[in-house]
């Protein structure tokens, strides 16, 4: 993907260690972002051995946030030990990461994150999707902007389609066809201000509550007959990833 200029070299500036990856993620990734959206860079770095094995030791996790002419960078990479173990958690949000087709950098270690991410999917990362629906329902309700809404339609669809196809999909315009008919509708509504309301001629709220209700009890049925396993597969060889890495 192709970053506002200068916004990669300000990231290389202010970022103390290598990086194994950087991908884009929230409303690009997810197909809606409006022309005020933050640009979410997340992503890997490299601590040295002696930051790992010695007294002092390195940030496990680096966090950068500043304004890009006018628009919000906030940029947060883990170190791969601790990145790992989030992918052994059941972690959608770093699945979703590894995976983004949205890449500012890469690097031989992206690519056999990649590679692994398939052994690593199990039924149980359902979890993930309905708590992050239910949480962002919840923000909705509060605020009744479009965003958190879109926000559960689209990790509902996006676990759907993970117990379904095995795969990470978290491009909600991807995704719409397996949604309610005026999903579409909605994500062209939220290209025109990242916080703004929800349409005046949106569906009522019981609509909307039904229709995530029903989205909820879809994904609950898709995960009770998914193929996929209870444990990841590739627990074995992410370990060994890491300790080829850091001793690279």
């Known amino acids: 993907m192709n970053l506002p200029e200068g916004m990669l070299d300000r990231l290389a500036a202010g970022h103390p260690y290598p990086r194994a990856f950087v991908t884009v993620s929230g409303a690009h990734l997810y197909g809606f972002p409006s022309e ?46 601790k990145f790992c173990g989030l992918l052994l958690r059941r972690n959608g949000y770093v699945l979703e990461q590894v995976m983004s087709p949205l890449v500012v950098t890469t690097s031989p270690v992206h690519e056999e994150l990649k590679e692994l991410v398939p052994g690593l999917l199990t039924f149980h990362h359902a979890h993930h999707y309905l708590g992050f629906a239910r949480t962002q329902w919840k923000a909705f309700e509060k605020t009744n902007e479009l965003k958190p809404l879109l926000y559960t339609f689209r990790v509902l669809l996006t676990g759907i389609h993970l117990m379904r196809a095995g795969e990470i999909e978290a491009d909600l315009t991807r995704l719409a066809g397996d949604g309610p008919a005026y999903l579409p509708d909605l994500i062209e509504a939220k290209r025109a201000a990242e916080h703004g309301a929800l349409p005046g001629d949106a569906p009522a709220p019981s609509r909307l509550q039904a229709d995530t209700a029903a989205l909820t009890a879809r994904l609950k049925e898709e995960r009770d007959r998914s193929d996929l396993p209870e444990h990841t597969a590739n627990f074995r060889a992410l370990h060994d990833l890491v300790v080829r890495t850091r001793l690279r």
């Open 36 to 81: 005020d959206s933050d640009v979410d860079l997340r992503g890997v770095h490299l601590l040295p051995l002696e930051e790992i094995v010695g007294l002092k030791t390195g940030d496990e996790t680096v966090t950068l946030m500043w304004d890009h002419a006018g628009v919000e960078a906030d940029a947060v990479t883990h170190d791969l030990g």
